[in-house]
């Protein structure tokens, strides 16, 4: 059997070294069309910055090591310009221009996506730079080290971001403009407020909300010119503001596309051709929280689809069940992690859902080193878990990727508190994180806590601090009065039962206890969830 696998990165380089470990006999050809096969396009922003110092380091393969070890026929700068389903052949044009065409039985497009450059006046200039693929890297690193001092980022999702730190890490002087009023997309606008301080520490700008109209060649620069008339002068610009996927070919042989351009395949990544499959950031498939189809341009789904497209091929019944988009970034000091849907969405697609949050250590209080962190769980009314969020500086990752495990394992909120996990005071607490979460979605779940949000306080519900005196004075939400928890039970008559009453603490755990006493003596209370920190999440200053 003769398989032609179209793009040689993340998706179609795993597919390529799974099929050759299961089919030694097989004719496998790999067509890539940039220079590269298997580089570490998730490395490149941190060559930038000089974090991983050594460019051939992100070269994970050669085409030379990689048919050497499974004699699979790469070749680079190879784009393949036609798919004939009929004939079962593609049309390629090589380096030298001249076009052949290789017959296959079995086509893998793994031909990925490529960075959206959307169409403004002045963005062909050469100092608008982006960054996908390592001649990309090249240019912008050039640009860098020929003494430009200034750099403006379009985009504030991942590849921005990351971008962004890694040019202020050059001693640049670094703003990022981002169309909507938070950072990270994936994540909930609140649950970002820490790292825009963070990026506030590490003098890198940003101007959020605000759209880039055009670029103007300018005599220091180019300048961007922005939807409030002010124009933002740099000596490069580097352009992240979304990706599309690569499906044309898909398109012109009459493969079906979804919404968004992405190629539709069941669950063993089939297209309706029988004979050609599709991997990666190319592909919508199936969206386990929301239901229908989503589209997730990450290394991890790409490399897995890539393995399973290949056991498909290779004839194994295979089931890809979806994808939760887990993802994590490192900003300065910080991480922020998430997996499943955010609010944002939920609310956009009318669901119905609960919200916690709570602000654990990430080990024993006891235990030096540790730091608290923001933590957001959604999930449904029956207790299905939608959506995580966690941003800190440290024991973020780890807890995202055990909600993550727990999602795709079909373990539900109230089941995160029953996960039992490895425990030592340098790691966690004997209650990790992810059960507290689980213990505080079941507290919910049986109204034996009615939280109420910070960003939505109850009308008319009187706000009651019950921390100490000195963390009162210290701030406290406008109007609430303060009666600490530990002579709560004595000042009883201070307070109205006739008047619903919003209990709330630093992060949640006071406040708990607050209720359940308030509650059982015949108060109508709430405890707002997370506390004060939530609270200051919402409002920052
Ligand atoms: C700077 C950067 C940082 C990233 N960081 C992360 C991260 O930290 N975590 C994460 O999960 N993801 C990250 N990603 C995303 C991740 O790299 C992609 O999701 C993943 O590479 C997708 O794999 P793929 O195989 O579908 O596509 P790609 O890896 O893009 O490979 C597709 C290949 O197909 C080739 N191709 C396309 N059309 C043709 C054609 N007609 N003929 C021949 N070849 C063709 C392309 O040249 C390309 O090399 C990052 C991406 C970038 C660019």
Redesign the pocket.
């Known amino acids: 059997m003769k398989t032609v696998i179209?793009?040689?990165?993340?998706?179609?380089a795993s597919a390529a070294a799974r099929l050759r470990r299961l089919r030694e006999d097989d004719e496998i050809v790999l067509?890539?069309?940039?220079p590269y096969i298997s580089f570490a396009?998730?490395g490149?922003?941190y060559h930038l910055g000089g974090v991983i110092p050594d460019r051939e380091s992100l070269l994970v393969m050669t085409p030379e090591h990689f048919s050497a070890r499974f004699r699979v026929d790469v070749r680079v700068n190879?784009?393949?310009?036609a798919i004939d389903r009929t004939a079962k052949a593609v049309s390629v044009r090589g380096p030298d221009g001249a076009e052949c065409r290789e017959s296959y039985d079995k086509l893998l497009l793994?031909?990925?996506?490529s960075p959206l450059v959307p169409p403004l006046p002045g963005v062909d200039h050469p100092r608008v730079f982006r960054?996908?693929?390592l001649p990309d890297l090249d240019r912008l690193m050039a640009a860098v080290e020929s003494g430009a001092r200034r750099a403006l980022v379009i985009g504030g999702g991942?590849?921005g971001l990351?971008t962004a730190e890694n040019l202020a890490r050059r001693g640049m002087a670094v703003t990022v403009v981002e169309l909507f009023d938070q950072i990270l997309p994936t994540m909930d606008r609140e649950m970002t407020v820490p790292l825009v301080a963070e990026f506030s520490r590490l003098g890198v700008g940003l101007e959020l909300g605000r759209k880039v109209l055009s670029f103007r060649p300018d005599a220091e620069g180019l300048a961007a010119v922005l939807d409030d008339s002010r124009e933002l002068v740099a000596d490069l610009v580097v352009m992240a503001v979304g990706v599309r996927p690569?499906s044309e070919?898909a398109n012109a042989a009459g493969l079906a596309l979804g919404p968004r351009g992405h190629i539709v395949v069941d669950e063993a990544l089939r297209t309706f051709d029988p004979d050609i499959h599709a991997?990666?950031?190319?592909v919508e498939v199936a969206d386990p929280v929301l239901g229908g189809s989503t589209a997730i341009?990450?290394?991890?789904p790409?490399n897995k689809q890539?393995r399973l497209a290949a056991d498909a091929i290779a004839g194994r019944t295979v089931r890809y069940r979806g994808s939760y988009g887990a993802?994590v970034i490192q900003i300065g000091k910080l991480a922020a992690a998430s997996v499943g849907t955010t609010e944002r969405r939920l609310k956009a697609a009318g669901a119905d859902f609960r919200k916690i949050y709570l602000h654990p250590a990430s080990n024993a209080s006891y235990y030096p080193g540790g730091a608290r962190f923001h933590t957001k769980l959604l999930f449904s009314a029956e207790g299905k878990i939608l959506g995580c969020q966690a941003v800190g500086a440290k024991g973020v990752d780890k807890r995202i990727d055990v909600v993550a495990a727990a999602m795709r394992a079909g373990v539900d909120a109230r089941g995160l508190a029953e996960l039992e996990l490895a425990y030592a005071p340098p790691f966690n607490s004997a209650k990790d994180p992810v059960n507290l979460a689980g213990m505080i979605a079941a507290n919910v779940l049986d109204s034996d806590s009615r939280v109420a949000q910070a960003d939505a306080l109850p009308e008319g519900a009187k706000l009651l601090d019950v921390r100490e005196p000195d963390e009162f004075a210290e701030g406290t939400i406008p109007g609430a009065v303060n009666i600490p928890l530990e002579s709560l039970r004595d000042r009883l008559t201070e307070l109205n039962p006739a008047t619903p009453i919003t209990v709330f603490c630093q992060v949640g755990l006071r406040g708990y206890v607050a209720e359940r006493i308030l509650r059982q003596r015949g108060f109508d209370a709430f405890n707002l969830s997370g506390g004060y920190t939530t609270w200051k999440l919402h409002n920052p200053c």
Do not use: Q
């Open positions: 179209i793009g040689g990165v993340a998706a179609g067509l890539e069309r940039g396009n998730c490149l922003p190879h784009e393949v310009v793994a031909t990925g996506s960054l996908w693929t991942f590849i990351e690569n070919l991997a990666g950031d190319v341009p990450l290394a991890g790409a890539g993802a």
